[in-house]
């Protein structure tokens, strides 16, 4: 069984920064896809950053390029996402997910070909 746990979630000021973590259990580590999503009130989950355990490729939102990191730390099983100059827009529930299967190219930012997902950790930025 596939377990994603979260954390690091917070409130911040704009311009600040939160480093979020997620540990993956239950499953091989090396041959799937990890990626952060968000979902705000009254709007559609979106794709954040992704990253593909086994080489490390890596794909981010148009809306977070040059402020989030995503990293991954093999031996931990953890994959974390530094954010940085957050913005109010930013505030959102943030959830980890994965993907077990066929590599997804372009389509790894969407949030419907991932397999297991976390519980969320939330991110508020206030003005």
């Known amino acids: 069984q596939v377990q994603l746990v979260e954390s690091g979630g917070g409130s911040v000021q704009t311009g600040g920064s939160l480093r979020l973590s997620c540990a993956a259990s239950?499953?091989?580590?090396?041959?799937?896809?990890m990626g952060w999503f968000r979902q705000a009130p009254g709007k559609e989950r979106e794709g954040v950053a992704t990253?593909?355990?086994?080489?490390?490729?890596?794909d981010y939102a148009d809306s977070v390029k040059g402020r989030f990191t995503i990293s991954r730390d093999n031996a931990k099983n953890t994959v974390y996402l530094e954010m940085n100059s957050l913005k109010p827009e930013d505030t959102a529930m943030y959830y980890c997910?994965?993907?077990?299967?066929?590599?997804?190219?372009?389509?790894?930012?969407?949030?419907?070909?991932?397999?297991?997902w976390g519980q969320g950790t939330q991110v508020t930025v206030s003005s």
């Open positions: 997910a994965s993907r077990i299967g066929l590599r997804v190219g372009s389509y790894s930012l969407n949030w419907s070909v991932y397999n297991y």
């Open positions: 239950g499953v091989r580590y090396s041959s799937m896809y």
């Open positions: 990253i593909y355990i086994g080489d490390g490729s890596i």
